[in-house]
């Protein structure tokens, strides 16, 4: 959970995070049996979109997988988690190559259907 929060310090550090294969790990901790595994591991998930190679990656095509274990999570019981996977979803969206990706994916009506009946203000 501290990367996490290191994550958001600065670009330089989400590099490093990335050279050291952060985003491969923390996709690791998703298929934990753990609640907490599993929001620390979207939560940084969402913190590295923020950076341009993750952001490249996406708009290049290769996360379409990505793309689609965001969407599944922004239904998660657990409210954190839901944010941090919508969140991730809205930071992508802001390119606009990633938002056509994001409208093109097959789990996209899943998206906008959780979005419809959320009361939640931040997912």
Request: charged content about 25%.
């Amino acid at each position: 959970m501290a990367l996490t929060n290191l994550l958001t310090v600065s670009d330089e550090l989400r590099t490093r995070a990335i050279q050291a294969e952060a985003w491969n790990g923390c996709k690791e901790l998703l298929f934990s049996e753990n609640d907490m595994l599993q929001r620390a591991g979207i939560e940084a998930l969402c913190n590295l979109c923020m950076a341009p190679e993750i952001l490249e990656r996406f708009a290049d095509g290769r996360a379409e997988l990505e793309i689609k274990v965001f969407i599944g999570f922004c239904g998660s019981e657990d409210i954190a988690t839901r944010i941090a996977s919508s969140g991730a979803l809205a930071m992508l969206a802001s390119c606009e190559e990633v938002a056509i990706k994001i409208t093109e994916s097959s789990h996209f009506d899943t998206f906008l259907t959780v979005l419809a009946e959320t009361d939640e203000s931040d997912v």
